[in-house]
């Protein structure tokens, strides 16, 4: 069409009529004009379609993460209530004084796992990357954004208590003196050998093993706390995504 008004255009200059000529030259114009126009608009929608693509990758993503986080925490929470749960009772049984066979593996389990808190924690890495790359702008629900804030917050703050219970459980200066590993010891089995009547009148062990047994409940407390907003945050997410992406 535009070739069409060009040979109009030619033609009538060629005949000197620049009045009959004009409207077709305000036309060509009109059309140049509307196909650039047209031509923002799709390149608009085009962008427009990849971001939102790109934002319900990275809101997947981040579902991704919070389950395998839940599914940590639970397993954490678990362990750490067991943990706490059989530390209790190896104080009960030292205090007692009632020991057999049948209760050995109590005070076998509490020598073997006190120590065993792990400091690890996983990282939503989705939103990681996303804050490293400046992309945070999709997520577009700022309710959404603020929750994700607040559960970083609260992620590196119960890093930290689990860092600082490592550090208070993580000592053996107080049953050393009782406790002799064997050859053939590993880290799924222990080996090792203990007199329990000289433990039961040591109270330095038994108010640490006390004290470490809140440690452990103190972890339980803060993973199961953290695995509830994970999981509110996940809801919150999937929302987003099955109604708004």
């Known amino acids: 069409m535009i070739s069409l008004f060009r040979k109009i255009r030619q ?8 009045t009959r000529y004009l409207p077709h030259a305000i036309g060509e114009i009109f059309l140049v004009v509307i196909g650039i126009l047209i031509a923002l608009q799709v390149n608009n929608w085009n962008q427009d379609r990849l971001e939102k693509r790109k ?10 993460d919070l389950d395998q986080i839940i599914i940590f925490l639970g397993e954490i929470e678990e362990y750490s209530s067991l943990v706490a749960n059989q ?11 009632e020991f057999n066979d049948s209760n050995k ?7 073997g796992n006190y120590f065993r808190l792990s400091r690890h924690l996983p990282e939503l890495s989705a939103y990681e990357e996303m804050k490293s790359s400046g992309q945070l702008g999709l997520i577009y629900n700022l309710e959404l954004r603020e929750e994700l804030s607040k559960y970083i917050t609260q992620q590196k703050l119960v890093s930290t208590i689990y860092e600082d219970l490592n550090e208070k459980v993580n ?15 590993s880290v799924t089995k222990n080996a090792f050998r203990y007199d329990f009547s000289k433990i ?4 330095v ?21 953290l695995q509830n907003q994970a999981t509110e945050l996940h809801e919150l997410i999937q929302k987003e995504i099955d109604t708004s992406l």
């Open 171 to 185: 000592q053996t200066t107080f049953i050393d003196p009782y406790l002799k590993f064997e050859a053939g010891g």
């Open 105 to 111: 593996q109590i005070l076998d389990f509490a020598f």
């Open 87 to 97: 530390l209790d009772e190896a104080v009960e049984l030292l205090e007692s004084g």
């Open 11 to 18: 033609k009538l200059l060629q005949q000197n009529r620049i």
């Open 200 to 203: 039961q009148r040591d109270r």
């Open 55 to 64: 934002s319900k990758e990275f809101h997947q993503r981040l579902s991704n």
């Open 205 to 225: 062990v038994i108010n640490t093993l006390s004290r470490y047994a809140f440690h452990w409940k103190t972890k339980s407390s803060f993973s199961r706390s």
